[in-house]
């Protein structure tokens, strides 16, 4: 297979997406005065302005045709990322990222169970080589309580279930308008939330929720692209490479150290992804080039 079949539009969607959801969550870990759902409010406010201007522009309206998937989307977008907010203030960084993207587990799943997507059974085993890496990166860390343990699972399936929705838009709606709804849940929810419970940010915490607002538009429209035009297990499969950033940040601006058990969970989770994604791949490429010529 060529280079070109591998990393398809889809693919290179999640890419960028992923990578500016790790930087964003960067920006969160280096914000420890700000209460989650104040971050939350922020994050949201600066996407959902954005938002609005884009779909001015366009000419489309924000409402969208398919209202309840839409809020449903929104919704369960903003409990993944209020429950992944309270982890990564409560836990060590690596380790609340670590149980976020377990996601793609429960995205394959839900693939299979309500989109009608086919995984290949080596499929499965290379989602699990995947998390077997990502087991193995935590490790058994005695700092993450058994009550943020949950919380961390509970963001990844909450994230699971939007990814499924936003998979469910593809050719309903404008990503824009997927997206908006997302902003506009967690903007209402993050001001309810910041009433009861506010800090004022300082110095570089604007610029850094600034920041953080501009990278989840990004992030959120490459996301949204890519489900739209990929399959949903393997574009999110794609998620644990966030896992990588996740570490490499923690050595960068934590101090955190590699041990010889970080290094094998890496290679296991970087194996695990591309082998799900250039078995995915090859098998698109077979279906669409495989076709019965008739004898001469």
Not at 50 to 77: D, P, S, T
Not at 217 to 222: D, I, N
Request: proline letters at 4%; hydrophobic letters at 55%.
């Amino acid at each position: 297979m060529s280079a070109r079949q591998i990393f398809t539009p889809g693919i290179r969607h999640m890419l960028v997406a992923v990578l500016s959801f790790s930087t964003m969550n960067l920006l969160v870990k280096l914000m420890p005065a700000i209460p989650p759902m104040e971050l939350v409010f922020f994050r949201c406010l600066v996407s959902l302005l954005i938002c609005l201007y884009l779909l001015h522009k366009a000419g489309v309206h924000w409402l969208g045709e398919n209202r309840l998937m839409l809020a449903l989307r929104g919704i369960c977008g903003t409990m993944a990322l209020f429950l992944f907010f309270i982890t990564i203030k409560k836990i060590p960084f690596a380790g609340a990222v670590t149980l976020a993207y377990t996601s793609p587990v429960f995205s394959a799943m839900l693939g299979v169970l309500f989109l009608k997507e086919k995984l290949k059974p080596v499929q499965w085993v290379y989602i699990s080589i995947s998390l077997l890496g990502v087991a193995v990166l935590k490790g058994f860390d005695p700092r993450i309580p058994m009550l943020y343990f949950f919380l961390g699972i509970g963001s990844a399936m909450f994230s699971a279930l939007a990814y499924m929705l936003v998979r469910r838009l593809k050719g309903r709606e404008h990503p824009v308008v997927v997206v908006l709804h997302f902003q506009l849940v967690g903007t209402l929810a993050g001001a309810v939330g910041t009433a009861v419970q506010f800090q004022m940010p300082q110095g570089w915490d604007w610029i850094m929720l600034l920041g953080m607002g501009l990278l989840t538009q990004l992030g959120q429209l490459q996301l949204t692209k890519a489900l739209q035009i990929e399959q949903l297990g393997i574009a999110t499969s794609l998620n644990f490479l966030g896992v990588l950033y996740a570490v490499f940040f923690g050595v960068l601006f934590f101090q955190e150290h590699l041990t010889p058990g970080n290094i094998l969970g890496m290679i296991l989770v970087a194996a695990g992804v591309v082998a799900n994604v250039v078995t995915g791949k090859r098998a698109e490429v077979i279906a669409t080039t495989n076709v019965v010529k008739p004898y001469n």
